[in-house]
């Protein structure tokens, strides 16, 4: 999937779960099936060697599964961070990883973005936003010194009404580590 596109099929906001596809468009602009079921799909990250690859089928878990970059080939699937085994609200959603093979997890309805050791799955970090619909992360800026988060800009409940920053994008620096 790297130099690839990668695209989902997702049912409706996951009303039955477990009825979506990851897919892989070849070479030949043929989409192929790589992981299934899912719910939804999400974040998608790349460690530096390109052997292993992270995704998200949101609501709870990120997995790793070795990954070729030769012919999209992935295997081995492992869980490497499961929500549930913490006491955070929201679910994976965007994600990015870091220099030191960190992953950065958007929590969808969790208000935080968080910094995870995949070998371990222990929690290094959170920065937490006043938005509750965090949706996705990246690094950025000229040194890729600058966390980049957006968070969702329509109202799924009348509790977000009180979001005056729902939609908005932030942008902090200062974190110890970045991407390259």
Do not use: H
């Not at 990851?22 to 299934?36: A, C, F, H, V, W």
């Not at 790793?64 to 080939?73: I, K, Q």
């Not at 929500?83 to 969790?110: C, H, Q, R, V, Y």
């Amino acid at each position: 999937m790297s130099d690839k596109v990668a695209m989902n099929d997702m049912n409706k906001m996951a009303e039955i779960p477990k009825q979506g596809s990851l897919y892989r468009i070849n070479d030949d602009l043929k989409p192929e099936k790589k992981i299934s079921p899912v719910t939804i799909s999400n974040g998608l990250a790349w460690n530096r060697q390109n052997s292993l690859m992270y995704y998200i089928d949101t609501l709870t878990q990120v997995a790793a599964y070795d990954y070729s970059p030769n012919n999209g080939t992935i295997s081995n699937k492992k869980i490497v961070f499961d929500l549930n085994k913490t006491n955070l609200e929201g679910s994976p959603a965007g994600m990015t990883i870091d220099t030191n093979g960190n992953i950065w997890i958007a929590l969808f309805g969790g208000s935080r973005v968080i910094g995870v050791r995949p070998r371990t799955g222990t929690v290094l970090c959170k920065v937490e936003f006043p938005v509750k619909n965090v949706i996705s992360v990246t690094f950025g800026g000229p040194l890729l010194d600058t966390l980049y988060v957006t968070t969702a800009g329509y109202i799924l409940d009348k509790e977000q009404n009180l979001d005056s920053q729902i939609g908005a994008i932030f942008a902090i620096k200062g974190l110890e580590v970045y991407k390259t």
